[in-house]
């Protein structure tokens, strides 16, 4: 009866083997989903010029422009580097990502997009710049996306 016993649950463990492994498999196209929708997120939230919600989509050791004089590390510096958008005349930021990629862990992802700034110059002519962007997410334990690295370049 014993041997009868565990030759069963040695059975169910196997037979159930394939589908333990497949829940344990992340699921890329939902997440690839999310970073998108948190990518969108976080551009809603410098359209309504909130630090706190902006910065609630970064992580504590984000990196923004990595190897360039506007480098800025973690959230006191890239709240400094970003702060002209907050300002209620501040020039404006506006992004969307165009293209999102998981890697298979499903932990780590990236948005590419295009975004655009405008502004006023001293004497009031409005200006524009264009260009394309890329962001590295980073999943949380809580199941979130937080950018852990964001850099761009300026359409010619």
């Given at each position: 009866?014993?041997?009868?016993?565990?030759?069963l649950v040695a059975v169910?463990?196997?037979?159930?083997?394939?589908?333990?492994?497949?829940?344990?498999?992340?699921?890329?196209?939902a997440a690839v989903a999310a970073i998108?929708?948190?990518?969108?997120?976080?551009?809603?939230?410098v359209a309504e010029r909130s630090e706190a919600r902006f910065l609630s989509f970064i992580g504590e050791s984000a990196v923004f422009n990595p190897g360039t004089p506007n480098e800025a590390r973690g959230h006191k510096?890239?709240?400094k580097s970003w702060a002209a958008f907050f300002q209620k005349d501040g020039p404006t930021l506006t992004w969307k990502p165009t293209e999102g990629h998981v890697l298979v862990g499903g932990d780590v992802g990236m948005t590419i997009g295009s975004w655009v700034r405008r502004g006023k110059t001293p004497d009031g002519k409005v200006t524009e710049a264009r260009g394309q962007y890329l962001t590295a997410w980073q999943k949380q334990k809580d199941g979130s996306w937080k950018v852990s690295f964001d850099t761009g370049s300026t359409a010619p």
């Open positions: 009866m014993r041997r009868s016993l565990l030759a169910v463990i196997v037979l159930d083997a394939p589908r333990a492994l497949l829940a344990q498999k992340p699921d890329i196209p998108m929708k948190a990518d969108a997120d976080f551009n809603q939230a510096e890239i709240l």
